[in-house]
């Protein structure tokens, strides 16, 4: 069965640095996308990044470029997301995801596996 099982979120001050860990199972994580997706409260949950399967194709919201990059580990069938130079207004809850398919995508609708989702705060 698919799963996906995040860590590596907490608490970090403005400016400062962490990396999330989406580790996967049920499937291999080169050959599917796996994107990665940030939900504040009050607000809709947005798309941050995206790792295509094979070729290794990313996606970046404007609002991450240059800050944020995701990559995979095949040996540890993990993918990560690290992120540098974090805002307070970029506290939320992030989750990875995938829809099976080896092409990313930003509609939220087509993921069919989430992992649990992890709390990033940033703040003084």
């Known amino acids: 069965q698919v799963q996906l099982v995040q860590s590596g979120g907490g608490l970090v001050q403005p400016g400062g640095s962490l990396r999330l860990s989406c580790a996967a199972s049920?499937?291999?994580?080169?050959?599917?996308?796996i994107g990665w997706f940030r939900q504040a409260p009050g607000k809709e949950r947005e798309g941050v990044s995206c790792?295509?399967?094979?070729?290794?194709?990313?996606y970046y919201a404007n609002s991450v470029k240059g800050r944020f990059t995701t990559s995979r580990d095949k040996a540890k069938n993990t993918v990560y997301l690290q992120m540098n130079s974090l805002k307070p207004e970029e506290t939320a809850v992030y989750y990875c995801?995938?829809?099976?398919?080896?092409?990313?995508?930003?509609?939220?609708?087509?993921?069919?596996?989430w992992g649990q989702g992890t709390q990033v705060t940033v703040s003084s």
């Open positions: 995801a995938t829809d099976g398919a080896p092409a990313c995508t930003r509609e939220v609708d087509e993921y069919d596996y």
């Open positions: 049920g499937f291999t994580v080169d050959d599917y996308a």
């Open positions: 790792i295509g399967s094979k070729d290794g194709t990313t």
